[in-house]
C-alpha cells in the first residue's frame, strides 16, 4: 500500500532531501523556500537525517559552502529563491564549471524591483545560461520524485552537473497536496551512496579552480556542453528506473491531450494544470487542443518538444518571466529556435503572464486556446507578444 | 609555450582540475613577454634587489651576478626599474 503524506511543495522537496541521505545542506532562508531549509534543519535537530546544516550568512556563502562539500565527496543540498538566486549567480556558474553535482530547490519568485515576494520565473530565467540542468515541476509530487531523480542525474559520472529543481512561489511551495512518497529503503536502493570520481584530499592534493587561460578554458567549457548532451541519455535513463521503482513516469516533456490536437498552449510548472482543465473543457466542446509542458528546460529537449507538438498548426508559448528587449521571451525564444531547427512550420505567439505572482485564470487561458484556434485555422499570427491582464 | 602540441576536450580534467601538485613549473609563461631583460653582467654588482622584487622568481642567483630564466620571466620590468646601477635593459622581443 503506497503511503501519501499531506505536503506543501517545500515540504515534498525536504522530505525527499532527507530519503536522499544528504550530507551537507548550507542554506539561507529566503521567502518562499524559506520552509523547505526549515524542514531540514528539523529534520537535523531531530535526528531523522544525519546531515551537517551550514547556517550561512548568505546565498553567495551558501553556494560557496555547497560547492566546497561537494568537492569534498558530499552529496549536497540547497535552496534558494529569487533574490537569494540573483546573489547566488556568480557561485552558479562556479558549481557546473567545477562540476559540482549539487541539488537545489528553487522556489521561483519575482525580481526586485519593485519588492515582490510572490511567484514567477524570473529569478531562474535569469540564470537559465548557468550551466545547471533545469527542472519544472507541475505540483508536490513532481517536486517530491524530480528531488530524488535529480541526485542520481547530477551524480551520474557522464554528467556531473548541478540541477535545480523548480516550484512555483506559494502555489507550489506553500499549498499542501496529497504525495505519494516512497520507503525510505526504495530510495536508499534507488540512490546508493555518492561515489565521486576525484575528490579533494589532504593526502593527495589536487587544484581546483586554478586560472585557466586562452589556451585551455575554452576546452574546459566545451566539456560542459558535452556533459549537458549526455544528460539527455542520463536523464532518460533515471527516468526509466525511477518509473519502475515508483510507477510514475517522467519524462523531458509532457504532452496531454495532443493525439489529435490543432492548437497547443506550451508552458512550464503549474500553469500547465490549470491549462490542462481548460483543455479538457474545450475538448468536451469538441475543440481539438492540447497542452505541451517540459519538465526539463535545460538542457533544452528539442525532439521531445517537436514529437509533442505533432501536428498542430498554432501553438502559445506561456512565459512567466520577461525577457526586456528581447525579441521573445526566454521559453518562446527556445521553442521558435527548435522549430526553425527542425523545419516546422508551425505558427506561435507568446503570452507572457503572471509576472509578480499574478494569478492566471482559466477564462484567460481559455481565451488564449481560442486565439491558438483562431490562428491555426487562418495560418495568420495577429499578435506576436501578448501580455496577458495587464491593465492600460 | 607557443609551439607546445595542447591537449583537446576529451584529454584535459574535467572543470580545469589539476590532478597533481606543482604543476606551474610546467606551465611556462616565458611567451608572454613583450619585453626582455638582458642583464649586463660585467656591470652586475649581485646586489640582488632584482632578486628580492621579481614577482615571478625569475631572477637566476649567480656566483657573481644575475641571470634571467626566461621560461617564465614575464618582461614586467620591475628588475630594471629597481636595479641600481641600470645594468638591466628592457629590450622589445621580436618574435
Same mark, same amino acid.
Given at each position: 500500500?503506497?503511503?501519501?503524506?499531506?505536503?506543501?511543495?517545500?515540504?515534498?522537496?525536504?522530505?525527499?532531501?532527507?530519503?536522499?541521505?544528504?550530507?551537507v545542506?548550507?542554506?539561507?532562508?529566503?521567502?518562499?523556500?524559506?520552509?523547505?531549509?526549515?524542514?531540514?534543519?528539523q529534520y537535523?535537530?531531530?535526528?531523522?537525517?544525519?546531515?551537517?546544516?551550514?547556517?550561512?550568512?548568505?546565498? +553567495?556563502?551558501?553556494? @560557496?559552502?555547497?560547492? &566546497?562539500?561537494?568537492?569534498? /565527496?558530499?552529496?549536497?543540498?540547497?535552496?534558494?529563491? !529569487? =533574490?537569494?538566486?540573483?546573489?547566488?549567480?556568480?557561485?552558479?556558474?562556479?558549481?557546473?564549471?567545477?562540476?559540482c553535482?549539487?541539488?537545489?530547490?528553487?522556489?521561483?519568485?519575482?525580481?526586485?524591483?519593485?519588492?515582490?515576494? +510572490?511567484?514567477?520565473? @524570473?529569478?531562474?530565467? &535569469?540564470?537559465?545560461?548557468? /550551466?545547471?540542468?533545469?527542472?519544472?515541476?507541475?505540483? !508536490? =509530487?513532481?517536486?517530491?520524485?524530480?528531488?530524488?531523480?535529480?541526485?542520481?542525474?547530477?551524480?551520474?559520472?557522464?554528467?556531473?552537473?548541478?540541477?535545480?529543481?523548480?516550484?512555483?512561489?506559494?502555489i507550489?511551495?506553500h499549498?499542501?497536496?496529497?504525495?505519494?512518497?516512497?520507503?525510505d529503503?526504495?530510495?536508499?536502493?534507488?540512490?546508493?551512496?555518492?561515489?565521486?570520481?576525484?575528490?579533494?584530499?589532504?593526502?593527495?592534493?589536487?587544484?581546483?579552480?586554478?586560472?585557466?587561460?586562452?589556451?585551455?578554458?575554452?576546452?574546459?567549457?566545451?566539456?560542459?556542453?558535452?556533459?549537458?548532451?549526455?544528460?539527455?541519455?542520463?536523464?532518460?535513463?533515471?527516468?526509466?528506473?525511477?518509473?519502475?521503482?515508483?510507477?510514475?513516469?517522467?519524462?523531458?516533456?509532457?504532452?496531454?491531450?495532443?493525439?489529435?490536437?490543432?492548437?497547443?498552449?506550451?508552458c512550464?510548472?503549474?500553469?500547465?494544470?490549470?491549462a490542462?482543465?481548460?483543455?479538457?473543457?474545450?475538448?468536451?466542446?469538441?475543440?481539438?487542443?492540447?497542452?505541451?509542458?517540459?519538465?526539463?528546460y535545460?538542457?533544452?529537449?528539442?525532439?521531445?518538444?517537436?514529437?509533442?507538438?505533432g501536428?498542430?498548426?498554432?501553438?502559445?508559448?506561456?512565459?512567466?518571466?520577461?525577457?526586456?528587449?528581447?525579441?521573445?521571451?526566454?521559453?518562446?525564444?527556445?521553442?521558435?529556435?527548435?522549430?526553425?531547427?527542425?523545419?516546422?512550420?508551425?505558427?506561435?505567439?507568446?503570452?507572457?503572464?503572471?509576472?509578480?505572482?499574478?494569478?492566471?485564470?482559466?477564462?484567460?487561458?481559455?481565451?488564449?486556446?481560442?486565439?491558438?484556434?483562431?490562428?491555426?485555422?487562418?495560418?495568420?499570427?495577429?499578435?506576436?507578444?501578448?501580455?496577458?491582464?495587464?491593465?492600460? | 609555450?607557443?609551439?607546445?602540441?595542447?591537449?583537446?576536450?576529451?584529454?584535459?580534467?574535467?572543470?580545469?582540475?589539476?590532478?597533481?601538485?606543482?604543476?606551474?613549473?610546467?606551465?611556462?609563461?616565458?611567451?608572454?613577454?613583450?619585453?626582455?631583460?638582458?642583464?649586463?653582467?660585467?656591470?652586475?654588482?649581485?646586489?640582488?634587489?632584482?632578486?628580492?622584487?621579481?614577482?615571478?622568481?625569475?631572477?637566476?642567483?649567480?656566483?657573481?651576478?644575475?641571470?634571467?630564466?626566461?621560461?617564465?620571466?614575464?618582461?614586467?620590468?620591475?628588475?630594471?626599474?629597481?636595479?641600481?646601477?641600470?645594468?638591466?635593459?628592457?629590450?622589445e622581443?621580436?618574435?
Amino acid at each position: 500500500m503506497a503511503k501519501v503524506m499531506g505536503l506543501t511543495g517545500n515540504e515534498a522537496v525536504a522530505y525527499a532531501v532527507k530519503q536522499c541521505n544528504v550530507d551537507v545542506v548550507a542554506a539561507y532562508p529566503i521567502t518562499p523556500q524559506t520552509i523547505m531549509v526549515e524542514v531540514i534543519s528539523q529534520y537535523i535537530y531531530d535526528g531523522e537525517m544525519d546531515a551537517e546544516f551550514i547556517c550561512v550568512e548568505s546565498e +553567495h556563502s551558501a553556494m @560557496s559552502a555547497c560547492i &566546497g562539500a561537494s568537492l569534498a /565527496g558530499a552529496r549536497v543540498f540547497t535552496g534558494t529563491a !529569487s =533574490q537569494g538566486l540573483a546573489l547566488m549567480h556568480e557561485m552558479l556558474y562556479i558549481a557546473s564549471g567545477l562540476r559540482c553535482p549539487i541539488v537545489m530547490g528553487v522556489a521561483n519568485r519575482a525580481l526586485s524591483a519593485p519588492l515582490n515576494i +510572490h511567484g514567477d520565473h @524570473s529569478d531562474m530565467m &535569469g540564470s537559465r545560461d548557468c /550551466g545547471w540542468i533545469q527542472i519544472y515541476s507541475e505540483n !508536490s =509530487q513532481e517536486a517530491y520524485d524530480w528531488t530524488i531523480q535529480a541526485f542520481k542525474i547530477a551524480e551520474d559520472p557522464r554528467v556531473l552537473l548541478p540541477v535545480s529543481v523548480n516550484i512555483d512561489g506559494f502555489i507550489l511551495s506553500h499549498c499542501v497536496e496529497n504525495v505519494v512518497v516512497l520507503e525510505d529503503e526504495d530510495v536508499a536502493r534507488f540512490l546508493p551512496p555518492r561515489k565521486p570520481l576525484i575528490t579533494i584530499d589532504p593526502t593527495k592534493p589536487i587544484t581546483v579552480g586554478a586560472i585557466c587561460l586562452p589556451d585551455y578554458y575554452f576546452e574546459v567549457k566545451f566539456q560542459q556542453v558535452q556533459a549537458l548532451k549526455e544528460a539527455y541519455n542520463v536523464i532518460r535513463e533515471v527516468n526509466r528506473e525511477y518509473e519502475k521503482l515508483s510507477g510514475r513516469r517522467y519524462d523531458f516533456v509532457e504532452a496531454y491531450a495532443m493525439d489529435d490536437a490543432e492548437a497547443a498552449v506550451l508552458c512550464l510548472g503549474s500553469t500547465a494544470g490549470t491549462a490542462k482543465v481548460v483543455a479538457r473543457e474545450l475538448r468536451k466542446e469538441g475543440k481539438k487542443v492540447g497542452v505541451v509542458k517540459p519538465w526539463v528546460y535545460r538542457p533544452f529537449p528539442e525532439e521531445s518538444i517537436i514529437k509533442a507538438l505533432g501536428d498542430v498548426k498554432a501553438v502559445a508559448v506561456l512565459d512567466r518571466a520577461c525577457s526586456f528587449g528581447a525579441p521573445f521571451h526566454a521559453l518562446c525564444s527556445d521553442i521558435i529556435a527548435t522549430l526553425y531547427r527542425h523545419g516546422k512550420d508551425i505558427k506561435v505567439f507568446n503570452c507572457v503572464y503572471g509576472l509578480g505572482g499574478r494569478d492566471i485564470t482559466p477564462m484567460e487561458i481559455r481565451s488564449i486556446f481560442e486565439e491558438t484556434l483562431e490562428t491555426a485555422r487562418s495560418g495568420r499570427v495577429r499578435e506576436y507578444i501578448k501580455f496577458i491582464g495587464v491593465r492600460e | 609555450m607557443s609551439g607546445e602540441k595542447k591537449l583537446g576536450w576529451k584529454d584535459i580534467p574535467i572543470g580545469g582540475y589539476l590532478l597533481e601538485p606543482g604543476s606551474a613549473m610546467k606551465y611556462k609563461t616565458g611567451d608572454w613577454r613583450a619585453f626582455r631583460p638582458v642583464v649586463d653582467q660585467k656591470r652586475c654588482v649581485n646586489c640582488l634587489l632584482c632578486w628580492i622584487y621579481c614577482p615571478d622568481g625569475a631572477i637566476v642567483r649567480l656566483e657573481k651576478y644575475i641571470d634571467v630564466n626566461y621560461d617564465y620571466c614575464k618582461g614586467c620590468g620591475i628588475c630594471a626599474n629597481e636595479c641600481p646601477v641600470k645594468c638591466i635593459l628592457m629590450v622589445e622581443e621580436k618574435r
